[in-house]
């Protein structure tokens, strides 16, 4: 998923429990598998999708749509009711199976048979309500006005619950058996195989509920967060911005934010705040109510920081996040603050305009770049590092798994959902021809990759804590971006893109960690009461005037820009592991280049581990320790190097 761009909901609400693998499979993460099943005839399409996509064809050639048939040939379809069917049953006979007695089992001899054959059923439940879930999802993501798909959405989420409510005593009934009985029962025999998954599992033990109420907190959901999630989703889809005499959805106006003529950023600017600040009323209502929610839950369980569910979920300590969050305010100065006044310098001014700050650089020519071009650029910087990884890249391109178009109703943004082990992940992008489109693409297909190598671990094991999530994505990012650089022999173009880069950095670093401030203040203060509009207007000019610093001038208007961003509202927190991602990655691929062979093979055995292994122990054959203060300051020096060679250049 495409840092410091809006995204679709929830898309890295990990953790790996089926529980939320099904119920959040509906939201369109980025954790996948493995393509099992042969493509059948292709769904029909909504109608506005040819005829939306076919202003791009003369400029960008043929862009994709998705083959959603690898999960369901449509939603009438025979397998999906058979699948409907089959969960139906199979959830009520597990339940009748296993419920209330997973103790005595535990406690028998031949348990760590019989607990394995019970996990590995509950795992299949998990592969086929996911499968169901996806399918689902990326219908709604690829067109959520359609009356027909939201209501099929609504439904399949509905039925999810519904299902999943019967296994719902599984993990927990599973966290009362003795610790020295499991443990028993894991070193010897095939439940051992899930014991990463178990101990995963265990530690969310002391914050479950009693049955019952953990009964009610999931069939409430669908009344609770969820219905507040899927509104801010049909809000968003359904907003218009008047722009030069033409009625655009959000992806196209974000879109004149990078165009080269600064009268069209600023129109696109003041089109934007126009319908943020008289959508303001609702998106205040659901950023009030999710925050309460959240706070009703984790006051119930027990967490006693405002972010210490997600730092559970990432599987990370919080005095390492705040190690990074503080690594991150303080290199604010030499980094965002740096960079943007040398921008500015570059525009003649000694400030810029908020609309200005990821413009592209004045008098440098700007490439539209076809489809085809952007596959290549990205297949063979995948090649030079590894053949192996260019080709589970190319699979995407073969087999129809990316819909790249722009249209009305489709959600903004990119992402690579994971879908199931049964299956394979999809690619959903916005492709528009510009160089950072390309970027985009690389990062998509990393994250993809990434699923693909993953999948053998199965539904439980191979989802990855966000943390690591963007480990794959921005490495597949940068070696795309250093094979163009070493291709580029103007001295413009080599500025030109030695600045999105940064740009990307500080965007993906810098802008996620204001985020995670800015989150932390608004449910931080949502406990002493309701936040008016202002209020989160102000509280989001005062992370965001800290960390981009002097040089950038927060316009009027700007104030209301919190409300589009779709982290916030499906997956609190979840930002930092953006810049997580991103200075392990700098930090990764300092020791790539200077390695001399084996480094391919290390790395893509750490992205096959998936959710198995801890990320002390995945860093650990790169010599790298998440642990250290030193850690962040080395990939931070990184972007600092990239601005200082700008610097130089003039």
């Not at 650089?361 to 063979?380: C, F, G, M, Y």
């Not at 990655?585 to 959710?611: H, Q, T």
Request: aromatic residues 10%; hydrophobic residues 40%; contains cysteine.
């Amino acid at each position: 998923m495409r840092a410091g761009r809006p995204i679709p909901p929830d898309f890295f609400s990990l953790t790996k429990r089926i529980s939320k693998m099904a119920r959040t499979a509906l939201k369109k993460k980025s954790v996948a598998r493995k393509s099992a099943k042969p493509a059948r005839k292709p769904a029909a399409k909504p109608k506005a999708t040819a005829k939306a996509r076919s202003a791009t064809l003369p400029k960008l050639g043929d862009l994709p749509d998705w083959n959603l048939n690898d999960l369901y040939p449509g939603i009438e379809s025979s397998a999906l009711k058979q699948d409907l069917a089959w969960v139906d049953s199979e959830c009520v006979a597990f339940e009748e199976l296993y419920k209330g007695k997973l103790g005595a089992i535990a406690a028998q001899p031949g348990a760590s048979e019989q607990l394995c054959e019970a996990v590995k059923r509950y795992e299949k439940i998990g592969d086929v309500l996911g499968r169901i879930g996806s399918y689902a999802g990326l219908l709604h993501a690829g067109n959520s006005t359609d009356a027909a798909i939201a209501k099929f959405y609504g439904d399949m989420n509905e039925r999810i619950t519904t299902a999943y409510s019967h296994l719902l005593f599984f993990d927990l009934e599973l966290n009362r058996v003795d610790d020295k009985v499991i443990d028993s029962a894991m070193s010897s025999g095939p439940l051992g195989h899930y014991r990463p998954w178990i101990e995963d599992v265990r530690k969310e033990k002391p914050y479950q509920l009693e049955d019952r109420i953990e009964q009610l907190f999931h069939e409430k959901s669908l009344t609770a967060y969820s219905a507040w999630n899927r509104l801010f989703d049909d809000t968003i889809a359904a907003l218009r911005f008047r722009i030069r005499g033409k009625e655009l959805s959000i992806e196209p106006a974000l879109n004149f934010m990078q165009d080269s003529d600064g009268a069209k950023r600023k129109d696109a600017a003041e089109a934007l705040a126009t319908t943020f600040k008289a959508n303001l009323r609702p998106f205040t209502l659901i950023t009030n109510t999710l925050a309460k929610d959240k706070e009703i839950s984790d006051r119930w369980r027990g967490f006693k920081d405002v972010a210490d569910a997600r730092h559970l979920s990432n599987r990370v300590e919080p005095e390492v996040v705040e190690a990074l969050v503080s690594a991150v305010r303080a290199a604010y100065p030499k980094l965002s603050h740096r960079y943007y006044a040398l921008k500015a310098k570059w525009f003649g001014k000694k400030k810029l305009a908020h609309w200005d700050r990821n413009a592209p650089l004045p008098k440098v020519e700007q490439r539209s770049i076809p489809w085809s071009d952007a596959r290549a650029t990205v297949l063979t910087a995948y090649g030079a590092f590894s053949p192996k990884m260019a080709e589970v890249a190319d699979r995407f391109f073969e087999k129809n798994w990316i819909d790249a178009g722009v249209r009305p109703g489709k959600q903004p943004g990119a992402f690579s959902h994971p879908t199931v082990p049964s299956a394979h992940p999809y690619v959903l992008l916005n492709y528009q021809g510009k160089p950072r489109d390309v970027m985009t693409l690389a990062h998509e297909l990393g994250h993809g990759v990434h699923q693909v190598l993953a999948a053998p671990n199965g539904a439980l094991m191979a989802p990855t804590p966000l943390t690591l999530a963007e480990t794959a994505s921005v490495f597949g990012e940068m070696l795309t971006f250093k094979k163009l650089l070493a291709n580029t022999a103007d001295k413009k173009q080599r500025k030109a893109m030695l600045a999105a880069k940064v740009e990307d950095m500080i965007n993906t670093v810098v802008r996620q960690i204001a985020f995670y401030t800015f989150e932390r203040k608004v449910h931080t203060e949502r406990r002493n009461g309701e936040l008016t509009a202002d209020k989160l207007c102000e509280l989001w000019m005062s992370v965001q005037a800290e960390s981009l610093g002097p040089a950038i001038d927060l316009k009027p208007g700007y104030e209301t820009f919190w409300v589009y961003i779709p982290h916030f509202i499906h997956s609190p927190f979840y930002v930092y592991a953006y810049a997580f991602g991103d200075c392990l990655v700098n930090s990764l691929y300092a020791v790539y280049e200077k390695s001399e062979s084996g480094f391919a093979e290390r790395y893509l055995a750490m992205l096959s581990a998936g959710g198995t292994k801890h990320h002390s122990e995945l860093l650990a054959p790169f010599g790298l320790d998440a642990t250290d203060p030193k850690f962040w300051d080395g990939g931070l020096s990184v972007i600092a190097s990239l601005i200082e060679e700008l610097e130089g250049l003039g």
